[in-house]
């Protein structure tokens, strides 16, 4: 799996000192069921046999070994001051 992250995000991801691991989630109103989303958490996982490691420079990547893409998998920073996170992008097969 291609995975391709930003700049900005890996600085961010190495000052955090830790792992990002990728899930996908999938929101559920009340009627409707929305697409899968991914979700990217800094932090192991807590059942690591159902994840992928990913080693990028210094930066381990744990994805969630149901996630399949078509092509790459796409990290960057989003968010402003103390409300940054880590967005994941891809499209899911």
């Not at 830790?18 to 409707?32: D, N, T, Y």
């Not at 994805?63 to 998998?73: C, P």
Request: aromatic share 4%; proline share 5%.
């Amino acid at each position: 799996m291609n995975v391709n992250i930003d700049d900005k995000a890996k600085k961010w991801i190495e000052s955090k000192g830790k792992p990002v691991r990728i899930e996908i989630m999938q929101m559920q109103g009340c009627c409707v069921i929305g697409p899968p989303e991914l979700v990217a958490t800094p932090g192991k996982p807590k059942a690591e046999e159902q994840f992928n490691e990913i080693k990028l420079d210094n930066i381990s990547i744990y994805i969630h070994k149901h996630i399949r893409v078509k092509d790459t998998l796409i990290l960057k920073l989003s968010g402003i001051s103390f409300l940054k996170s880590i967005s994941a992008k891809a499209v899911l097969i």
